[in-house]
């Protein structure tokens, strides 16, 4: 067995993200021990039925010992959660899971005391389920994780995001440097303008009176399924994503709309080679994502598997 | 053995439909023998060699004698193909499985010579793969077919349509009758604009001049991949899609564009409370589609499932 990156992480939010850090931080022998706090009581109790770690009853007592701290609790919690960082030892590494970097950035980075070494993250990574249940040690295997360290804090700070670095590829993750600015750039146009068209599509088969939802439940399978799976995910952390990174999502929106002008144009004229090269291009996309290894070539997902 | 529905079916347009339908109705005893012709002449030399049934050189000669005869082309050339209904039989089916109707009927009604029962048809089952290879037997298990049956056409139409009732069933699926005009709706909603919107985010993921195609690829697991699947059909019977149900497509695109008005005056203004509401319901509309047995309740599909 190889040495433990930490010998003891904290993880604040013992959700999906939350949990399944600490079930695959100690089947990799990545940490020593895990200590964990949940606002939320049920879900910190829950936890530690699940013994994914010592369970506290503070923030700051879960920390104190702690030489990692993760913060997996939604975007706009993070400035709250983060107050526990004035309870961290020196030399200890202070990071998150959060969508947003930006908003993370200056809500924490002044959290964090001399000594204690803020570098925020993201693994992307999850599943539309929520809670420490939802959690499973797999979760960051061959997965990407953006790390977005500050600028110019000197050689011990690079030291403190190598060793974390460390331990998400360990976790099973190809880890990728980038600007806080930049993440959520290209995080606006993979991940939360998706959401939120998915978001917006149930509300419109909502709305349809003349259709009734019973309908479009019933034929789901024709197309409309395929969004609601990312549409179920978090409410509090989805919120959260757009309220903080509003100015990218916005930008990525209002392109979203101008290409969907040009779309309605192409059917309302009957302009049949306009769509027919925009969906062969798309075609080019998807199989670039299989190329990648970043999805699963099997037909639906592999959801309706052949069985004859 | 149950007796076969139809002693001889003829398929025209040997894809993944037309192809799933030659393997099921055989493996289910559906029917006694199958005849295939695809204009196509690569489609249909492929569908000799995966011997999916006796191939002929002519539509004609193909349906001349099938006791149902299944037009399995993209909708815009259902017109063409539905030409060969000259050369049937008396008393035999006609019916196609295109995902428009309202324009089908009025491409193929007036083809059916006396005698022959024209019985629209639309199996709501696919995948994203295309051609004869991409064919399985189970396809139609466990799915909805939907039959918008011509009005007022007699004793003997209503035996036909209920024979071809008869067969879907035989395939594993559950049918539907329905008007043609409220399967265009219901169809608008649950499929036609999920593909739209699938395919409009792809262009707009690759109009993102600041953000490299290759980062919307590797971070594509953030959300993006799962709107690549559904952009991955045939390009061309989507593009007779749109071309074919325009009115009900674009009276859904409209509700979708005023839907997305309001979800992103609702981020402009920070309004947290409209976005979590809207959220929650969309996890709902989730839930019932998962009672509904109309996806998997695997997270993420089931494509990443935990090895640990």
Redesign the interface.
Known sequence: MTNPVFERIAIIGIGLIGSSIA??AV?KGAVGAVSIFDANTDALARAGELGLGETHASAAEAVTDADAVFLCVPV?AMGRAGEAAAAMKAGAVLTDVG?VKGAVVADVAALAPEGVHFVPGHP??G???SGPD?G????F?G??C?LTPLADKGAEYDAAAERLAEFWRRLGSTV?VMTPERHD???A????????????????????E??T?G???????????????????D??M???V??NN?DA??E??G???D??TA??KA??N?D?QT??D??????G?????LD?G???T???????K???
Chains 1, 2 share one sequence.
């Open positions: 079930r695959a089947e706009g969508s992307i990574a599943t539309e389920k939802a499973f040690p797999s979760l295997e997965r990407w953006i990728e750039l290209v995080l146009i993979t991940s939360h303008l998706p959401h939120l068209i998915a978001y917006n599509i149930c509300a419109t088969a909502h709305d349809m003349s259709v939802e309908e479009v439940v019933k034929f789901s399978a024709a197309g409309f399924r395929d969004f609601t799976r990312i549409a179920a995910s409410p509090t989805w919120r959260d757009f309220l509003r999502v916005l990525a929106l392109r979203f709309e290409d969907l779309l309605r059917i309302r009957g049949g769509l027919f925009l969906f062969t291009h798309s075609r996309i998807r199989q670039s994502i990648a970043q999805d699963t099997a037909p639906n997902f592999g959801r309706d052949p069985k004859g």
